[in-house]
């Protein structure tokens, strides 16, 4: 009878003892491990892109009871959210960095007129050469390009050399050849741009190191570079202009009208452009007798506004009015001097500068005309001198 009652309790001693061992709940044994406290949703600096990104996702719960007494980890530590996120990469501003064109102006109202007889119009505003334009949004925190509308430190490309005699052929087919000079420029400030045009058989573009045009101290070669500026030179397309049996701007020639002509000059120069990085802020365009025609009758009002926010036109020894019509925006006719430089002893040139100067004056323009007392069409050594001194009243420095 006791040996069959001590075995029933034994029993039942036994089935109790494994009943509070799945229980959890026997002699203050372990917690089970409260629920992990797992990681907060702690936000993280997203990094240079300035966005917030969450942590990692909410701890894990504590998992199932923890077995006998060893406390419950309760799922991992708090996470870290991922990496720190780096937001945007920084924005590169553009191929070239121009930063936003730079603000344009053009010369100081109070600027002097020019040399003897000078007389100017609408001087630019005071303060109209802004320092630049903001600076280029780039990617989501890209500065665009430094300082105040500079071209970053590459070239886009161009080669920095000098180089004559090269060909360029336009969207249309038509052909010539064009110097370029790029040599000696100091990239890491705003690099500008000369084109210039010569006369009626273009005697110094033919003839590139003779101080007529382009050779010694105060050739167009080294005004350019005085100024940090590229040049370039085209010389017209066709040959056959009625007035010297040669190459001009303002005639058709071998089936090339003038206005065919200002085409492939216009898109010369935006190829030449697009692989210096220069800065449109900073453009002098020009020419002397047939090349003077191009700049006022066809180029300036025709493709000029394509090629640049601020800068000069000089026209020497001509500069008629546009040839047909021309509709430029308000800010091209404020930003941009038109100019010529005539004597009054010039025949041809001298009357047509001043109706030149007189359409664009009447039509809304900054103008300015320099008229020299004696002075004949002839003005051999005298160009790079004129265009220099209208790059320093007009145009922003480097």
Request: charged share 10%; net charge neutral.
């Amino acid at each position: 009878m006791v040996s069959g009652e001590i075995g029933r309790i034994v029993t039942l001693s036994t089935l109790f003892l494994a009943l509070c061992l799945v229980a959890g709940s026997c002699g203050g044994g372990a917690s089970g491990g409260a629920t992990g406290t797992g990681g907060t949703s702690s936000l993280v600096p997203g990094g240079a892109g300035g966005r917030l990104q969450t942590g990692g996702n909410v701890g894990a719960t504590g998992g199932s009871v923890a077995t006998a007494g060893a406390p419950g980890t309760g799922g991992n530590m708090a996470m870290t959210g991922g990496t720190s996120g780096t937001g945007a990469s920084p924005g590169a501003g553009g191929a070239s960095a121009r930063g936003g064109t730079a603000g344009g102006g053009g010369g100081d109202a109070s600027a002097a007129g020019g040399a003897t007889g000078g007389s100017r119009n609408g001087g630019a505003p005071a303060d109209a050469r802004q320092a630049g334009g903001a600076t280029g949004a780039g990617g989501a925190t890209g500065t665009g390009g430094t300082g105040a509308g500079a071209v970053d430190g590459g070239k886009g490309g161009g080669p920095l050399s000098d180089e004559t005699d090269l060909s360029f052929t336009d969207s249309n087919g038509v052909t010539s050849k064009y110097h370029r000079y790029a040599a000696g420029l100091d990239w890491s400030k705003r690099v500008g741009l000369i084109i210039y045009t010569d006369g009626t058989g273009e005697y110094g573009l033919k003839n590139p190191r003779s101080s007529y045009l382009l050779g010694g101290t105060n050739g167009l070669v080294q005004v350019a570079k005085r100024n940090n500026m590229v040049l370039l030179t085209p010389l017209a397309p066709g040959v056959g202009c009625t007035d010297s049996d040669s190459t001009c701007w303002y005639q058709t020639s071998s089936g090339y009208t003038p206005a065919a002509k200002a085409r492939w000059s216009a898109e010369l120069a935006q190829h030449v452009e697009n692989q210096y990085a220069t800065d449109p802020a900073r453009v002098a365009f020009g020419g002397y007798s047939s090349g003077a025609q191009w700049t006022t009758q066809f180029f300036g009002p025709v493709h000029a506004a394509n090629l640049m926010t601020a800068g000069v036109a000089v026209a020497i020894s001509y500069g008629s009015p546009p040839y047909g019509t021309t509709n430029l925006p308000a800010a091209f006719k404020a930003n941009v001097a038109f100019t010529w430089d005539t004597g009054d002893a010039d025949p041809g040139g001298y009357p047509a500068a001043q109706n030149g100067y007189n359409w664009y004056t009447k039509n809304g323009f900054r103008t300015k005309t320099t008229v020299l007392p004696g002075k004949t069409h002839t003005r051999s050594g005298e160009f790079g001198g004129i265009v220099e001194r209208e790059i320093k009243e007009h145009l922003l420095p480097p």
